[in-house]
């Protein structure tokens, strides 16, 4: 253990336990900013991967036109 490790447990036993429960909050917090959260990030990529739609239209403008038309009624 390091001894700023060892420094930081030492103030800790000096803090009244009424006060235990923000500084638990406070502490948890930190280690949320510091924690990487890669998986849930690849998970979430995978998800939209799915919803994504697969396009096959080759041609831009007869589908252009078809959506035109479609909703325009021309």
Sequence with gaps: MTA???NA???LE???EDK???LLQIMQGLNGLYH???SE???AFARLEK???KGSVMDYDAELA???????GR
């Design 4 to 6: 700023l490790r060892q």
């Design 41 to 43: 990030r690849k998970e």
């Design 51 to 53: 919803l994504r739609k």
């Design 14 to 16: 000096k803090i009244p």
């Design 66 to 72: 078809s959506y035109r038309d479609e909703k325009y």
């Design 36 to 38: 990487d959260n890669q």
């Design 20 to 22: 235990i429960g923000f």
């Design 9 to 11: 447990i030492r103030e």
